[in-house]
Each structure stands twice: as C-alpha cells, then as structure tokens.
C-alpha cells in the first residue's frame, strides 16, 4: 500500500506502466526504469518483462537485485561512485545533512505552517476558493509527523541494506551523482547513511502531509477530532492516488530532494559531456536546491508573483528564451509565510550588522586573513560577548539572514554612499551575495579552484594543493581520515607546501605531526578555528582572542605583512662586493618567518 511500501512508489508506478499501454508507453517506461533502451519485440525486451512480472514490488531487495543485474555499470562509474563516498565520508557532512533537513521540516511545521493558516483566510476568500491551510488540517500535520517516524525508520533501514532508493528512478536526488547500490556495502557506507537520513525525514514528513491533506478532504462539519483522524486513516487506507503523489513531492521538497530544474539539469548535461569539471562540481542539485530554498522562497523574493523561466508555452509551441512568467502559485498561502519568514530574517542580519554584531567574509590576502583569524574570527558568524558563533552552515536560513547583513554592508559602509547611486549599492551587495553562495561547502571545490587564479600567493602551488586535494579522494574514506587527522593534530599545516606527499601526510592521522605547520605573522603555529571539535563538527564557536597583540591590532585594524620569499643581500667575490639574491625554499621560509615574526612580536 502507499501507506506502507511509500518508498516504492515510484517502482509500483513504473512497473503498472511497464505492463500494459502501447509498445512506445512500454519501452518509455522501461527507459525510466533502467536508463537504457529496450526494442519491443527482442530478446533483452521479452526477458525484462517476464523478470518484472516475477519481482515483489514491496520487496526493496529484490528491486534493488533486479535495477543492479540489467544497469551496464563501467570502470568510470564505479570510480565516481567510490570518489564520491570518501569525499563524503567526513560527520560533518553527515551531521549538517541531518540538521539540515530537521531544521527545514520543524521550521516548516512550527512557524510557517500555523503562518500559512493565518494568511490562507484573506486569500482563500479573495480568489473564492477552498481554504487549503486549517487549524484541523494542522492538527492532522503534527498527529501524521508522529506517526510518520515509524515509516521513515522503516525505509531508513530498507536504504542501509540495500543502497537503492526506488524514488530516484523518477526523481533523482539531491545526491543526484550517486548510483547507490553498485558497489561493495562497506565503501557505500556514506552514500547509504546521507540517503537514509534524506529517508527518515522524507518519511516523517510525507506522513505529516498525507494526514494534513486527507483531515481537510474527508472534513465534516460536527465531527471530533477523533472521528476527523479516522476518516483520515480510512482515506489513506484506500491509497488516494493524489494524496500519495502530493506528500511524495512535499518530503522531497522539505528535504531538498526535487528533481533537477531546468538550469541544473543543464549543468549536470554539462558535466556528463565534459568528465573532468565533474571534481569540480560534484554536488550540482543539492546546491540548486539550497539556493531556491534560502534565495528565493525564504526571501523578499518568494512575494513576487512573477519568475524568470527559460521557456513559454504560447499555444501548442514552447519558445526557448529568458521570460518573466506568471508563478504557478500565486495564492499559495505558504509561498506568503515563507517570504514573511525569510524578510524577518534578512531584516534580523541588517540589522544586527548595523549593531556590529555580525562578521562577514574572511579577507582573501594573506596579512589581514592572518589577523582575521588570530583574532578568534570565523567568516558569516554573530558575535555573542566574546564569543563568535558560525552560523554559514546553517542552511538555507544562513542565506537570507547573511544576505541582509551584505545589504548592511554594501549601504553602510561605503563612505561615497552619499554620491554613489543606489543601483550601484545593489550590483555591490549582489556581488558579496555571490561571494557568499560560492563559499558553500557543496560549492567547495569550485571555490577553491578559482582561488587559484585570484593574485594571492603563488598560483602554481595552490595548482599543486588542488590537484592533491582531489586525488587525494581516492582514499578510502579520505574525508573521515582528514576530520581524524583534525581532531588529533589542531595545528595548520603549512599553506605553502609544494610537494603531493606533504599534502597527503598533513591529512592522515599519525603523519600529520610530521609535516611542517603554518606559521603566523607573528611567528606562532596556526591553529584551525574551533581547535580538536572541529574534526567532528561542522561548526564550533570560538573566543576572540587573548593576545594582548593581535587584540590590539585587530582594535586599530592594522595587519602584519608576510615577508617576501626572496631575500637580497651582498657578497664578496675575490676582491669584489656583489649583490646576490636567494630564494627560500618552503622549510627555509618557515624558518624564517618564526624568527622575523617573533622579532615583530617583541617590537609591537
């Protein structure tokens, strides 16, 4: 039933498909179903039917077995597979996936749902149509988010055994590189742990819909609520086809699991054609998702009644183009709560960066992103007394709230902001808008790589670091060996390391100890922000510091310079003086800078 197989509705959809309607219906079906093309009529067609007619789909197992057996899987896929666990095996990752989606399905149910009931009673009026948010349908809201637990366990487990989500053969996921299931359980550990997260919370709240929605159909006016949630159940015992397909999309959405858009379909089209970017944006939906959820629906955005869309349809024709359409849900009560929410919030950050109260990006060159972070600093955090709390990873709530404190910035801080247009304090705020999506985690490696080519440091070692950086995925299970490396060794490693080696043993546990550590400006060993918890969190508050030093230079916001690595002094040659210059190398340099930065230390 869809109340108790839910995650394989999509395989009973496709399967029904599978087995009736015309031939082309049939093997577009099937194309869905397995990605690859069957004729009617031949062999491979006649022997998948007759295995679909023999498979239980209420038996993930079997499905699982049957979707692995006829899906040709290469070395390349399977090399991306095994990548892309270990670049995802770190628990920050796993704990923000968690968070994330608990943080978006409580906000949805404790604060914009009872909003959405308030909103929907001058909407509803306005356009003569049934209410679609009601005190009673939020009642049955919180009773199906209860019971829904036992269902997203359920197909948590499911997802552990066997890897296979069936959901992702109609709708692929955030995960949406991920082919789960193709390679040995113990190295697809993080790739079936993200998914049964995704699972649990797409199960919780798909419940919490479905008796949302049977509560407000099935509705009788006189009757208890008791009586109200047993007409529900027995609505939702009959597997109401809309009710099911409606919950189904809402725990994708509220998990940001949708399909593809349009824009990121393209990009992930991309990325197929051209392999080697792949490294370069992993994670392509999940940040289209995030970015849709806190840039436009938590946002002044999500009041618009119009979109940009990329294509029309006028009559029977669908023009290719850049448009501003008519949004589809122009008197969705819940599209208001949430662009109510999401100003609040971005009006929270102006504010409290107009307070003082806000740190925003970390500097990009090398003097002031030292005194940044020797000051106790982290980039997108909130000071409380003399604490400093990231909040970055709080998505997608991190993205309006940041955004306001940008607009403070871009319209605060300009002492020409008298003489400037106001449209120029718009392009300026847009810009450290785009700054701080880039800065995503999800959105890492690109960052980082464009880093390259920004004119500090030398760029052929920040090549060197990259390059190791993304081979360094084919360890296993690298990324957990790196957050291990951090909890037991707290130090930085130095930033200027050109060897592949020293880059590999300053993220494994045991060796990192080994290799040489950053040193500041002033001639101490950098240690990462949040110290030992880092390792383990994905955030972890720090103090401002308390040296005497650095608090003063951050007070009077005065940075120490690096020296050059180029050292110029005069020799004796026979009977002459000539002038001679030398290069350091890493280790020399290293030394160096303890030595002329302690000497800084005394002086200041």
């Given amino acids: 039933s869809g109340r108790i197989s839910g995650q394989l509705l999509a395989i009973r959809n496709i399967t029904a498909q599978a087995l009736k309607g015309t031939s082309m219906e049939k093997m577009l079906a099937l194309e869905k179903l397995i990605g690859k093309h069957f004729e009617p009529g031949t062999g491979e067609y006649d022997a998948f039917m007759t295995m679909i007619k023999n498979i239980d789909p209420s038996n993930p197992q079997q499905v699982s077995d049957m979707i692995r057996a006829i899906r040709k899987v290469g070395f390349t896929d399977k090399l991306m597979g095994y990548w892309y666990n270990n670049i995802l095996s770190g628990p920050p990752t796993h704990i923000i996936n968690f968070a994330s989606s608990l943080l978006m399905g409580t906000a949805e149910a404790t604060i914009t749902r009872p909003l959405s009931v308030l909103f929907d009673i001058p909407l509803s009026a306005i356009a003569g149509k049934e209410r679609e948010y009601t005190v009673r349908g939020l009642i049955g809201y919180y009773v199906g988010t209860v019971r829904g637990v036992r269902f997203g366990v359920s197909r948590a487990i ?17 995960w949406e590189s991920l082919q789960a299931g193709q390679l040995p359980a113990a190295i697809e ?15 919780i709240w798909e419940e919490a819909r479905k008796y ?44 940001f699991n949708e399909a593809p858009g349009k824009i990121s379909s393209a990009l992930i089209q991309l990325r197929k054609n051209v392999p080697f970017i792949r490294p370069l944006i992993p994670f392509i939906n999940i940040a289209g998702n995030l970015m849709k959820r806190g840039a436009i629906d938590y946002s002044p955005v999500g009041f618009s009644p119009v979109k940009i869309a990329l294509e029309k349809t ?3 024709k669908t023009e290719k183009g850049l448009f501003i359409v008519k949004t589809d849900n122009v008197t969705d009560a819940a599209k208001y709560a949430r ?43 909130i000071k409380v007394g003399n604490h400093i709390i ?27 902001r008298p003489d400037e247009d106001f449209n120029d304090h718009i392009v300026t705020a847009a810009g450290e808008i785009g700054n701080f999506l880039a800065n ?12 390259i080519w920004n004119g500090q440091g030398d760029s052929g070692d920040k090549m060197k670091r990259f390059l190791a950086r993304t081979a360094g995925g084919l360890i296993p299970y690298s990324s957990l060996l790196r957050n291990i490396t951090y909890t037991l060794d707290p130090e930085l490693p130095a930033s200027d390391m050109s060897f592949v080696k020293q880059t590999f043993m300053a993220s494994t546990p045991g060796l990192s100890e080994l290799t040489p550590k950053r040193i500041t400006a002033l001639g101490g060993e950098a240690e990462r922000p949040g110290g030992k918890l880092r390792g383990i969190l994905p955030f972890v508050p720090t103090k401002t510091t308390d040296d005497p030093v650095y608090k003063e230079l951050d007070r009077i916001g005065k ?8 050292l110029t002094g005069k020799v004796a040659v026979g009977l002459r003086i000539k002038e001679k210059q030398a290069v350091l190398s890493p280790e020399q340099y290293l030394r160096y800078l303890k030595i002329l930065g302690g000497e800084k230390r005394l002086a200041l």
């Fill in 158 to 174: 499911n997802i552990m055994k066997t890897g296979f989500d069936p959901e992702e053969i109609m709708n692929p996921s955030k």
């Fill in 390 to 416: 990231p909040i970055r990873r709080v998505e997608p709530f991190a993205m309006p709230f940041v955004a306001g404190a940008l607009i403070g910035s871009a319209f605060e801080d300009d002492p020409k």
């Fill in 440 to 451: 995503a985690s999800y959105l890492d490696s690109l960052n980082n790589f464009s880093e």
């Fill in 212 to 255: 949302e929605l049977a509560i407000n159909k099935s509705y009788k006016e006189g009757k208890t609520v008791r009586e109200l949630l047993t007409d529900a159940e027995e609505l939702l015992a009959s597997d109401d086809p809309e009710i099911i397909e409606t919950a189904s999309k809402w725990g994708r959405w509220v998990t």
């Fill in 189 to 203: 550990l993080p790739t079936r742990t993200l998914k049964a997260a995704d699972s649990l919370f797409k199960g």
């Fill in 339 to 381: 662009a109510a929410i999401g100003t609040g919030i971005m009006s929270m950050g102006y504010l409290m960066y107009k307070n003082g109260d806000i740190i925003l990006g970390a500097p990009k060159d090398p003097a002031n992103a030292d005194l940044f972070y020797q000051s106790g600093k982290q980039p997108y955090s």
């Fill in 314 to 316: 006028v009559g029977k």
């Fill in 559 to 566: 940075a120490v310079g690096f020296p050059i690595k180029t």
